[in-house]
C-alpha cells in the first residue's frame, strides 16, 4: 500500500492482494473525532481534505476480514 499525502487530498494505492476484502480509511482530529471516513473499493482511491481547517490530523487504513458478534 502507498499513500501520499498531499496538502489537498490524500491518495491511496493498493497493490495486489490488498484489493481483496473491504478497506477503510478514518482520518482524525487530534481531538479524537473522526473526521473522514472513506471505504477504498478501489485500487486507487483519492479522498479529498481541502474542506478540513489547517492542522495536524491523523489517519490510519485497516481491514476487516471477519467480525465477532
Do not use: H, P, W
Request: no cysteine; aromatic share 6%; net charge negative.
Amino acid at each position: 500500500m502507498e499513500v501520499l499525502v498531499a496538502k489537498t487530498s490524500i491518495e491511496i494505492t493498493l497493490d495486489g492482494d490488498e484489493t481483496e476484502g473491504s478497506r477503510t480509511m478514518r482520518v482524525y482530529a487530534l481531538n479524537g473525532q473522526i473526521v473522514i471516513e472513506k471505504t477504498l473499493n478501489n485500487t486507487n482511491t483519492t479522498i479529498e481534505v481541502n474542506q478540513l481547517e489547517n492542522g495536524a490530523y491523523l489517519y490510519e487504513v485497516f481491514a476487516v476480514e471477519i467480525v465477532v458478534r
